[in-house]
């Protein structure tokens, strides 16, 4: 990781003085890396040590960190990691351009790769990503959206570049199609129940260790799964109330709302979905070969239960 940084350090360096600075500021809030970790791990899961995962795994990050910043300017965020987001300290402007040149500067990354595959697979999961982004913003304060809507949503949006990680460790590691087609389904169940928490955290989390607001999805008009078991599950009364804060975009009522996901169990609910999806993650491990960094791939997908930032 610490060669993965070397590499996004020296990648980040651009003529234009508020590039570097917007970027820096991003990438240096720290976060959990975790999309090129993936990476690495799969990697060494699969016996490649070449360098060019070092490189691979800088355009996962610059990828992950441009959709970063042009969420925080969608979604009006304020605060990231406990302090303020690229947008409140520089703008949407600069966070938005920024933003484009992190994409673009990844796609100069990709090329020294030399490798058409690599390129196919990241530009698929960049415009993937885009579409579930379109998709969500379709999707806000619309209170009938469906499981079924919700997880199509998160798997483009967050799983896709999971998925992308692990499957591009199999690609760099000339891996036969059924250990990289492991290596994706693990990638995208991780991806899939690391979201899902996060939408539990998002009603159950601590403010002060997420380094965010509680209660950001309900202001933005996000529908997330704790909303959509809870209006199943819930009275009349309850189902009214959620579906006003959600048509609203309030956080006005986020006390009572936070009351109901918990009563009607749509939190433990929640968890267990992504439980299931961790199960997944774990069946696709069990396909790759037996060594430390597969057991750190099985660890992942079991310790993702117990996140609670």
């Known amino acids: ?128 990503i885009a579409e579930g982004e379109v998709q969500q913003l379709m999707n806000t304060h619309d209170a009938s959206l469906s499981e079924a809507g919700y997880l199509q949503v998160i798997r483009s949006k967050t799983a896709k570049l999971f998925e992308a990680s692990t499957r591009l460790a199999a690609v760099l590691a000339g891996s036969p199609a059924a250990v990289e087609q492991a290596c994706a389904n693990y990638g995208q169940a991780l991806g899939t129940a690391f979201q899902v928490i996060d939408d539990v955290l998002d009603y159950d989390g601590d403010a002060s260790e997420m380094g965010k607001n509680l209660g950001d999805d309900l202001r933005e008009g996000k529908v997330t799964l704790p909303l959509i078991i809870a209006m199943q599950r819930g009275s009349e009364a309850q189902r009214q109330l959620i579906r006003g804060a959600i048509e609203a975009g309030a956080t006005d009522e986020l006390t009572s709302v936070i009351a109901i996901v918990k009563e009607t169990g749509a939190l433990d609910a929640t968890r267990q979905a992504a439980a299931a999806q961790a199960r997944l993650a774990l069946d696709a491990a069990a396909q790759l070969p037996d060594n430390a960094h597969t057991t750190a791939l099985r660890e992942l997908a079991s310790q993702l239960l117990e996140r609670r930032v």
């Open 1 to 128: 990781m610490l060669q993965v940084d070397e590499v996004i350090a020296q990648r980040l360096d651009s003529s234009v003085p508020l590039v570097g600075q917007v970027a820096r500021y991003i990438i240096s809030a720290g976060g959990k890396r975790l999309r090129p970790a993936l990476l690495l791990l799969a990697c060494g899961a699969l016996g490649y040590q070449g360098a060019q995962r070092f490189n691979i795994a800088a355009v996962i990050e610059f990828i992950h960190t441009a959709t970063l910043l042009h969420d925080d300017v969608v979604d009006e965020s304020t605060l990231r990691r406990g302090r303020p987001t690229a947008n409140e300290s520089f703008g949407n402007p600069a966070s938005v351009l920024v933003g484009d040149f992190l994409h673009s500067r990844a796609f100069q990354m990709m090329v020294d790769a030399d490798d058409m595959r690599i390129m196919q697979i990241l530009s698929e999961a960049t415009n993937v």
